[in-house]
């Protein structure tokens, strides 16, 4: 059984920082392909959920959404069984739901992640 547990979620000012963490419980985020591909999404009130960033189990390569690119960066610490997403001069429009996903592939769709945290409210202003 695969568990995401997410902490980080905070309130912060406009150009801000903050960072985002989601452990695996009882896998292996590098070991198990299900885990090959670990995601952040987000997901404002009344807007679609969208891909933040993504990252493979290797490390090797990272993904992200246009508008995150130079001020999120996301990682993994394997021997912690745990991805982070670093973000940095956050916008009041970054506010919104953050969760972390993982499946067998990286992809901006939702639909190719199986396993999803309990998302951790991310509020910037």
């Known amino acids: 059984h695969v568990q995401l547990v997410e902490s980080g979620g905070d309130s912060v000012q406009d150009g801000g920082s903050l960072t985002l963490s989601c452990a695996s419980l009882?896998?292996?985020?590098?070991?198990?392909?299900?885990?090959?591909?670990v995601a952040w999404f987000r997901q404002a009130p009344g807007k679609e959920l969208e891909g933040v960033a993504a990252?493979?189990?290797?490390?090797?390569?990272?993904y992200y959404l246009d508008s995150s690119k130079g001020r999120f960066s996301i990682s993994r610490d394997n021997a912690e069984n745990a991805v982070y997403l670093q973000m940095n001069d956050l916008r009041p429009d970054d506010t919104a739901t953050y969760y972390c996903?993982?499946?067998?592939?990286?992809?901006?769709?939702?639909?190719?992640?199986?396993?999803w945290g309990q998302g951790t409210q991310v509020t910037v202003s």
């Open positions: 996903a993982a499946g067998r592939s990286c992809s901006e769709d939702q639909e190719r992640y199986t396993y």
């Open positions: 009882g896998s292996d985020f590098v070991r198990d392909d299900k885990l090959s591909c």
């Open positions: 990252i493979y189990s290797t490390g090797s390569s990272t």
